[in-house]
């Protein structure tokens, strides 16, 4: 029987694939190290075999190119969904934040709800800390974005946030929380950010509206949250960290903490943004009602420029922004990382 993906006690990861066939199978392998897509070499039996590694503990996403047609791994049932295509999944245990452990566990909820600002039927996923079924207390919200690549699932199939959050409440680190995980794109939403290849549609606030009309109304509604600002956060990564800015500018009284991961503004005139947010960034209210926010990029991101314009925008204003350069680039590895340090901030 063909085994794929196999993970050996040194971090190294074989991938196979039963294609006797084929005439050349790749690997493209997200996150995994190194410089585009890697041959696999086949056998007598028509298997495909390729070992890379040894990695950094963590999640990865992959698919396999048989002779042109991308396809997940056949021999592996773990998925995760991007915006428009699926990845097959391997997890590379050793982390310290992200592993499955045996702790007390949350539980994850794939939500279907109506929004009426678009006139359809949406998903989020949401995850409801341990012991919130059996019990009638209230909770803090925490809203978390995903990227232009990703869906509403990234952050719990790749992103392991809710491994992450339990990990971090049964150490103590983290105040015990709903995280709410909404779908970032709509019909007419872009990609990225300038200079990526994307076309952001800020003008048409369409997931804005369903945010800020639908899903927040939502959660607030059909979950025992604590929906005063002082116990409300958002936060997002790349195209996410976007939207969170824009979110929490729209609203300023309305969330406590903000973070940015590798992201900044995506309008590609911040003088402009400035001046249609005059009022906003001059709220003497909101900012003394700001707990945090939060901005955090890797040095080898090529969002790197706009995460410092931004900051030095917000500092220009009286804002107390702070910023945190790591190593790495814009890849899942820094983003597990950042919001295992982003979370313990909470709700304090």
Known sequence: MVVSPEVSSDRRITFRILAPKAEAVRLNGGDIPGNGPRPLT???????????GPVDAG?????????????????SPSTSESNNNTWSVVYVPGSDLSDNKDVPHGAVAS???????LGRPRRMHVYTPPGYESGQDKYPVFYLLHGASDSDDSWIS?????FILD???????????????????TASFGFGPPGAGGRPNFAANEFQDDFLKDLRPYVEKHYRVLADRSNRAIAGLSMGGGQTISIAMERPADFAYVGVFSSGLFQRNLGDWEKE????????????????????????????PRTRDTVELFKKHDYKPVFKETSGGHTWLNWRAYLGEF??????
């Open 42 to 52: 086949k056998n007598d039996e028509g298997v495909w075999e390729l070992t890379v």
């Open 59 to 75: 999640a990865y996403r992959y698919t396999f190119d048989v002779d042109g047609v991308a396809v997940i791994d056949p021999r």
């Open 111 to 117: 939500v279907h709800y109506t929004s009426t600002a």
């Open 158 to 162: 790749v992103g392991r946030a809710n």
């Open 167 to 185: 990990n971090l409440i049964a150490a103590e680190k983290a105040k015990p929380m709903i995280v709410v995980m909404p779908a970032g794109h």
């Open 277 to 304: 947010h005059e009022a906003q960034l001059a709220d003497s209210a909101a900012k003394e009602g700001l707990k945090l926010l939060s901005f955090t990029t890797g040095s080898e991101d090529f969002l790197m």
């Open 343 to 348: 979370a313990p901030q909470l709700f304090r």
